[in-house]
């Protein structure tokens, strides 16, 4: 990852899947997070808006967060012991980035 | 000092300019200190549901006054003072819905 850098970006890390508590099998698969830095500003808010809000939302936050706009499964394969087995273990992982609406960050 | 706004992340306060519209009144244009930046935020997907994980921040008001101005050419009858907020710093948070606006930028 290349630090501070504008724009929402594929970020690769590594996820490692166990069956079980005891890890009996196990697997580790490179996947893709999505990470940025999208443009958000506030501002007072219009009169319209200090309306609508009897005048209780005197800010506006206009802002874009760092999303997964296109996700894909993958299959990872788990090693086992002495030949036991274990079925593979889909899991997600991004595809492409954008900068698009913040769902999360509203309190 | 020069800062490159296309490189910028962060949030810092910036000047803002934008034009009062407030019935009974002319249009008035009122510069003031705002908040603009970009703020780490991200998404990743996860073994355990919801299957996603994600990291939303904004660039919003930290410290903040209330200035108040009179506007010029309102007429008689309407209250020609217009209250709003000028930012004294500023931080990447979250979005407050009890006194903020939250919106998708365009």
């Known amino acids: 990852y290349e630090g501070l850098t504008p724009g929402c970006h594929l970020h690769p890390f590594n996820v490692t899947v166990h069956s079980d508590r005891r890890s009996t099998c196990r697997g580790t698969q490179l996947v893709f997070a999505c990470v940025g830095y999208c443009e958000s500003s506030a501002f007072p808010s219009r009169y319209s808006v200090l309306i609508a809000s009897n005048f209780t939302h005197n800010i506006t936050s206009a802002s874009r967060c760092c999303t997964i706009s296109k996700e894909a499964k993958v299959k990872v394969r788990l090693d086992c012991p002495r030949g036991r087995h274990h079925d593979d273990v889909q899991i997600l992982t991004a595809r492409a980035c954008h900068c698009d609406m913040c769902r999360k960050s509203r309190y | ?106």
């Open chain 2, 1 to 106: 000092v020069m800062v490159n706004l296309r490189r910028f992340t962060g949030c810092a306060v910036r000047e803002f300019t934008f034009v009062v519209r407030k019935p009974g009144c002319r249009g008035a244009h009122i510069t003031t200190d705002a908040c603009w930046g970009r703020c780490e935020t991200w998404e990743k997907p996860t073994l355990e549901p919801p299957f996603l994980d994600s990291f939303q921040r904004v660039c919003t008001y930290n410290r903040s006054r209330v200035v108040t101005v009179t506007l010029p050419n309102c007429d008689a009858n309407v209250d020609d003072r217009y209250s709003y907020v000028r930012a004294l710093s500023c931080a990447c948070g979250t979005c407050d819905i009890t006194t903020t606006e939250c919106v998708t930028s365009p």
